[in-house]
């Protein structure tokens, strides 16, 4: 594939860069407010309860990348302080790395998973509902094709991708009886809310 002969330039955004053996194939974690673009063959995953990612993939070069996030948008801050934890500015990001990585905006399609209601604190809010619809939404705004989609449900997922190909695979994690992910998501979020009311103090002073 053209892809092949490119020389490796990641977005080593994702924390944490691995080996996976039982792939056979060098994989990304990403974790919440994180995303990984390359044009390399390997594989990134990630674990979502109410939060969302998408995996863009230019299907002519096989560049492809993933992100997560927790909500979709928050105006208080500029794109460069809030990285990649709000949706709007995770697919921005990732679209942008992506091009500068090689992709044409006319080749990218998109996988989208997530949206789970696995927080009962924050079922009034309806987050996961508001993740998929937001995502959903900014894809189409973007005439950006969805090609595949899991998205709401009440059970936490995890996600396997390989930009290289576009398979996507997605284990539903409905014998999950600890509460890691939830705690996950209720620490993430009340750190986006610490930081949102800190750029409020400072704004103020």
Not at 19 to 28: G, K, L, T, W, Y
Request: charged share 20%; hydrophobic share 40%.
């Amino acid at each position: 594939m053209a892809h092949t002969s490119k020389p490796a330039l990641e977005q080593a955004m994702a924390s944490n860069v691995y080996f996976d053996r039982v792939h056979d194939i060098q994989a990304a974690k990403i974790l919440p407010g994180e995303y990984y673009a390359t044009t390399q063959h390997m594989l990134l995953v990630t674990v979502l309860g109410s939060c969302v990612a998408a995996c863009l993939r230019d299907k002519v070069n096989g560049i492809g990348g993933m992100n997560h996030f927790m909500l979709p948008g928050s105006n208080s801050e500029t794109v460069a302080a809030k990285g990649g934890r709000y949706g709007i500015d995770a697919m921005e990001m990732l679209l942008g790395r992506l091009q500068k990585l090689g992709a044409e905006r006319r080749n990218i399609e998109a996988r989208v998973f997530g949206g789970a209601a696995v927080i009962a604190s924050m079922t009034e809010t309806n987050v996961g509902e508001r993740n998929a619809k937001f995502v959903l939404d900014f894809l189409q705004a973007e005439k950006i094709a969805v090609v595949s989609q899991d998205l709401l449900d009440v059970c936490p997922r995890k996600v396997y991708f390989f930009p290289s190909t576009g398979k996507a695979v997605v284990k539903k994690l409905r014998n999950l009886h600890n509460t890691t992910i939830e705690k996950r998501e209720q620490a993430y979020r009340s750190h986006l809310q610490s930081l949102t009311d800190r750029t409020k103090s400072g704004s103020q002073s």
